[in-house]
C-alpha cells in the first residue's frame, strides 16, 4: 500500500513565524499535492509538482511556497504565517495515470 | 468560480435506507470523476470513480451515475450504514491532467 506521511498532526504558530510541513510518500510516485481544507469551501488546491524541482501554482498559492528536492517529499512552506492560514493541510501524491493517496493532514493553527 | 459544487452541505438518512448525494460542474473538459470519503482527522480516502463515456458504474453498495448533458452526478448508497457517516467529497479531473478539482462536500450522517 502506498503511504503518504505527513510530518505533524497538529500545530501550533505565532503570527509571523516562518512554517514548514512536510509531505513524504514511499511509491516513487512523480506528481504530488497540497491541499487545504476549509469547512464550505471543500478542498482547494494551493501546489503541486509534477516530478523533482518542478512546481506549479494551484488555485490559492499566495501566501505559500513549495520545495521538492527529492522524489519522496514535498514541503510546503508559509513564508509568514497568518491567522486566516488556520487550517487542515492535506498531502496527496499520484502515480502519473493513477490514483490519489492522500496523507491524514496536518491540522494548522496560527494564533 | 467553483466548478464543483455540492448544494447540500449536510445529508441525514435512516439506516438501511438509500443515501443519494449530489454533485453539479460547470467545466466541460472534465472528463473523470470520484468520489471520496474523510472522517474526521483522516486523509480522504477513495470511493469510486467514472468516466465519462460511461453513465453509471457500481462497486457493492455504491453506484455513481452521470448525465453529461445536465453535468450532473450522483452517489448512491444503498443500505446505508452507521459506518458510512463522513464528509463526501466530488471532484472531476481532464483526462490530461493531474489536478483534482474539490466540490464543498456533503456531511452524511447515517442514524441507526
Known amino acids: 500500500d502506498v503511504k503518504v506521511t505527513q510530518s505533524s498532526r497538529y500545530l501550533v504558530k505565532r503570527t509571523g513565524e516562518k512554517v514548514f510541513l512536510e509531505c513524504v510518500q514511499d511509491?516513487?510516485?512523480?506528481?504530488m499535492f497540497w491541499y487545504r481544507q476549509d469547512p464550505g469551501l471543500g478542498l482547494r488546491l494551493i501546489y503541486f509538482?509534477?516530478?523533482?524541482?518542478?512546481?506549479e501554482k494551484g488555485d490559492i498559492p499566495e501566501g505559500y511556497s513549495v520545495s521538492r528536492e527529492k522524489k519522496e517529499r514535498f514541503s510546503l512552506i508559509l513564508e509568514s504565517a497568518s491567522t486566516n492560514q488556520t487550517s487542515m493541510y492535506l498531502c496527496?501524491?499520484?502515480?502519473?495515470?493513477?490514483?490519489?493517496?492522500f496523507g491524514s493532514g496536518t491540522r494548522l493553527t496560527v494564533v | 468560480d467553483q466548478q464543483v459544487k455540492q448544494n447540500s452541505p449536510s445529508l441525514s438518512v435512516q439506516e438501511g435506507r438509500i443515501s443519494i448525494l449530489n454533485c453539479d460542474y460547470t467545466?466541460?473538459?472534465?472528463?473523470?470523476f470520484l468520489w471520496y470519503k474523510k472522517y474526521p482527522a483522516e486523509g480522504p480516502t477513495f470511493l469510486i470513480s467514472?468516466?465519462?463515456?460511461?453513465d453509471k458504474n457500481e462497486d457493492g453498495r455504491f453506484t455513481v451515475f452521470l448525465n453529461k448533458s445536465a453535468k450532473h452526478l450522483s452517489l448512491h448508497i444503498v443500505p446505508s450504514q452507521p459506518g458510512d457517516s463522513a464528509v463526501y467529497f466530488c471532484?472531476?479531473?481532464?483526462?490530461?491532467?493531474?489536478?483534482?478539482?474539490f466540490g464543498e462536500g456533503t456531511q452524511l450522517t447515517v442514524n441507526p
Open positions: 511509491m516513487d510516485h512523480e506528481n
Open positions: 509538482s509534477y516530478d523533482v524541482k518542478m512546481k
Open positions: 467514472i468516466s465519462s463515456i460511461k
Open positions: 496527496a501524491s499520484r502515480l502519473r495515470l493513477g490514483g490519489y493517496t
Open positions: 471532484a472531476a479531473k481532464e483526462t490530461s491532467g493531474s489536478r483534482l478539482t
Open positions: 467545466n466541460s473538459m472534465f472528463d473523470y
